[in-house]
């Protein structure tokens, strides 16, 4: 089973930029699909952007454009580039592998995430 563990997270003003990265352990990482999760106060978890395992990306309307996922195999390294950001974009931030793709079907156990505050 992979195990994985978020970081970059922070305090950033509207309009800025962070890059979160995930990191996972295990030899079968370039396996799997992974994506990026977020879930803010009072709110239920929400899916923000998948990719597969081959490199093919897709995301949820309110941050295409503004956020980008990307994956290092090798290293076995997940990144979320995410700029233009927004107060609403405030969440704690969890990445995950996948059973499938496209819809997305995560599998395993959630890491603690990294927490994303954006003022406004």
């Known amino acids: 089973q992979v195990q994985l563990v978020e970081s970059g997270g922070g305090l950033v003003q509207a309009g800025g930029s962070l890059r979160l990265a995930c990191v996972a352990s295990g030899r079968t990482f370039g396996n799997y699909a992974m994506a990026w999760y977020r879930q803010a106060p009072g709110k239920e978890r929400e899916f923000v952007a998948a990719i597969s395992s081959g490199g093919s990306t897709y995301s949820t309307d309110s941050v295409k454009g503004r956020f980008t996922i990307s994956r290092d195999n090798a290293k076995n390294l997940l990144y979320l580039q995410m700029n233009s950001l927004k107060p609403e974009d405030t969440a704690v931030y969890y990445c995950?592998?996948?059973?499938?793709?496209?819809?997305?079907?995560?599998?395993?156990?959630w890491g603690q995430g990294t927490q994303v505050t954006v003022s406004s």
């Open positions: 995950i592998s996948g059973s499938r793709f496209i819809p997305f079907a995560p599998i395993g156990s």
